[in-house]
């Protein structure tokens, strides 16, 4: 019996290695949570490594979004969390201004998780909020991190300025509510989500401090 050629016998390997060194590593990046693309959406019908994303209810762990305003100490789990705003609304300016608040997200993991790998993607859904800084996607609108106790930071303008009057107002309808989802993954396992949070904006007149 003849034997291959040997030139057919090192295309296969040839493939064989191709294989392995770029395909494989190519899809197997998929099944991390960081690596979750624009075009794809935060929802449980997307496939990612040929698994439909899973909504919290039917996840392997319960891992939810945490939020901590900077200057401040303790981390927040909550499905709604209320966003203390300056009211600014007796304040006369001459020109377009804006009130920035910055909160760090991350997720809060079970101890069955704390010493694994656990990456996230966070996406914000209402108006004047972005992410900035490391870990930014989407235009401001999705942040990832490779670990699920490393934070991003979401920046809210909590004020809007009426050109009619040209005065700056703060507002607390549901029109301005904010809310975050994020897909999370442990090691090569399927993308799960979380629950999401809502931020509500709530209005504090500012005379009410100086009148103390």
């Not at 979750?36 to 762990?61: G, N, T």
């Not at 900035?132 to 930071?153: I, N, P, Q, T, W």
Request: hydrophobic content about 35%; glycine content about 4%; overall charge negative.
């Amino acid at each position: 019996m003849l034997s291959p050629p040997r030139s057919s016998i090192l295309e296969r390997w040839m493939f064989y290695f191709l294989f392995i060194g770029i395909i494989l590593p190519a899809s197997s990046v998929h099944g991390y949570a960081s690596w979750l693309k624009c075009f794809l959406e935060l929802d449980e019908e997307e496939i990612v490594m040929h698994h439909p994303m899973k909504p919290p209810q039917d996840a392997e762990y319960e891992v939810f979004l945490e939020i901590q305003p900077y200057g401040e100490s303790t981390w927040t789990v909550a499905d709604e969390y209320t966003l203390l705003t300056t009211s600014s609304k007796d304040v006369t300016t001459t020109s377009a201004t804006s009130t920035i608040q910055s909160l760090k997200v991350r997720l809060r993991v079970p101890p069955a998780l704390k010493l694994e790998e656990v990456q996230y993607v966070v996406e914000v859904q209402g108006p004047h909020a972005v992410f900035v800084d490391l870990g930014v996607m989407c235009d401001g609108k999705r942040a990832f991190s490779r670990s699920y106790d490393e934070h991003v930071v979401l920046q809210i303008n909590t004020s809007t300025t009426s050109e009619e009057n040209d005065t700056t107002t703060t507002t607390e309808d549901d029109n301005n509510d904010i809310r975050l989802l994020a897909g999370w993954a442990h090691t090569y396992g399927p993308v799960s989500l979380t629950q999401t949070m809502t931020i509500k904006q709530k209005a504090v007149d500012s005379k009410i401090g100086e009148e103390l």
